[in-house]
Structures are given as C-alpha cells and as structure tokens.
C-alpha cells in the first residue's frame, strides 16, 4: 500500500480508474458502502466505521476496523 492517503467522492468512472493504482479504504460499513463495494472490481482493503458495534467485524466479507486503525494503514 502507497504510504498516501486520498479522501473523495467519486464517479463509477473515476473510482474503476483509481481502482486501478491504489488499495481501496471505504469509510462506512452501512448502506452506501455497499452500493461503492458492488461498483469495484476488486475488494477494498477494510471499511473504516465509527461504529464500535462494528468494528472487527466483516461487511460483505471486508474487514471492518476503528478509525483509529486509519494510522496502521499508512
């Protein structure tokens, strides 16, 4: 994994492009992180979720991990 960090909204169009050059973060294991995991076609390296109910689980087979783990992905 690149030692960046980018932070955006996408279109289908830009996150396939990007898809392509980067390792994948979502930020959110809920609804709208399951409509973006069905748009890439590789699975992202975890979803990030303030949520602690969730954190150490899986989403759609994706790790899902604190924010504070953000630092460890660098």
Same mark, same amino acid.
């Given at each position: 994994?690149?030692?960046?960090?980018?932070?955006?909204?996408?279109?289908?169009?830009?996150?396939?492009?990007?898809?392509? @050059?980067?390792?994948?973060? &979502?930020? +959110?294991?809920?609804?709208? !992180?399951?409509?973006?995991?069905?748009?890439?076609?590789?699975?992202?390296?975890?979803?990030? @979720?303030?949520?602690?109910? &969730?954190? +150490?689980?899986?989403?759609? !087979?994706t790790p899902v991990r604190s924010?504070?783990?953000?630092?460890?992905?660098?």
């Amino acid at each position: 994994m690149t030692s960046e960090m980018h932070y955006a909204f996408l279109s289908e169009t830009e996150l396939n492009q990007i898809e392509k @050059d980067y390792d994948i973060v &979502l930020w +959110g294991a809920g609804v709208l !992180g399951e409509k973006t995991i069905n748009l890439l076609h590789d699975d992202p390296v975890c979803f990030i @979720d303030n949520n602690p109910k &969730l954190q +150490g689980s899986t989403f759609e !087979g994706t790790p899902v991990r604190s924010p504070d783990a953000l630092g460890e992905l660098r």
